[in-house]
């Protein structure tokens, strides 16, 4: 089970018992996944966000933060994680599993996060990097399908019976010729997030990108 998953990485660890451990479901117990996650969550972004600095030196702070959100969110880390059959490795109990453990984008995503860490305690910061390369798209690979986010957080906020957000452009900056858009996104009154982009649509699907991470993250 392990070797398939070091196969899929292209990463062979010498301690075994870090990826044992990184996936390895909170459902099991003390000896879980989270403190990995959360260790494997801050080594993803600063490898994407070094990634993006360097292979877009033109692009503004707003532009590079969109497309870094793209890479690092919960629909991009579920779909490589199912790709590296991450979730069929995931050691969970009967009950997480019956209910469908294995594939639920929040466990998957927490998941790949976690292994991610685990090559870095392992490797280094250069064998995650290495990880990195090989396993996650380039940023025009997922930009379309995963674009829609006002939609997503629209579907989240009536789940949760809310109302219709609202968008609004609240500022502008950069040169004529390249115009940089920022909004924000509001529910009742109450600010969700924010997001800069080229276009005001994609200052608004930057916005909700923003408020779907900040929820996500208030219900962990």
């Known amino acids: ?36 996650e959360f260790l494997g969550d801050a ?13 877009h030196p033109e692009d503004r702070e707003g ?13 991009a880390l ?6 590296l059959g991450i979730g069929e490795a995931l050691v969970m109990d009967r ?15 927490d ?14 910061m250069e064998a995650a990097r290495a990880v990195v390369e090989r396993c996650w798209p380039e940023e025009g690979e997922v930009s379309r399908p995963m674009q829609d986010s006002k939609g997503q ?10 109302t219709t957000p609202e968008y609004r452009i609240t500022g502008t900056s950069g040169p004529p010729h390249a115009p940089e858009f920022e909004a924000r996104v509001y529910q009742e009154g109450k600010e969700l997030g924010t997001g800069t982009g080229r276009t005001k649509k994609q200052a608004e ?16």
């Not at 010498?14 to 390895?24: G, P, Q, V």
């Not at 532009?63 to 629909?75: K, Q």
Request: net charge positive; with cysteine; glycine share 8%.
């Open 63 to 75: 532009a590079l933060t969109h497309m870094r959100a793209l890479l690092v969110c919960e629909a």
């Open 43 to 55: 080594v993803l972004q600063y490898l994407m966000s070094d990634r993006l600095y360097r292979k």
């Open 95 to 109: 009950g997480e599993e019956l209910t469908g453990g294995r594939t639920k984008p929040s466990v998957l995503c």
């Open 111 to 124: 998941a790949m996060e976690a292994v991610l860490a685990a090559v870095y305690l392992d490797g280094g």
């Open 205 to 220: 699907q930057a916005a909700a990108l923003e408020a779907i991470r900040r929820i996500r993250g208030e219900e962990k």
């Open 1 to 36: 089970m392990y070797k398939r998953v070091m196969e899929a990485l292209g990463y062979s660890f010498r301690d075994e018992a870090l990826l044992r451990r990184a996936l390895t479901h909170p459902s099991m117990g003390k000896e879980d996944n989270q403190r990995l």
């Open 78 to 83: 579920s779909s490589i994680a199912k790709r």
């Open 153 to 162: 957080l629209q579907e989240i906020l009536q789940k949760n019976g809310g």
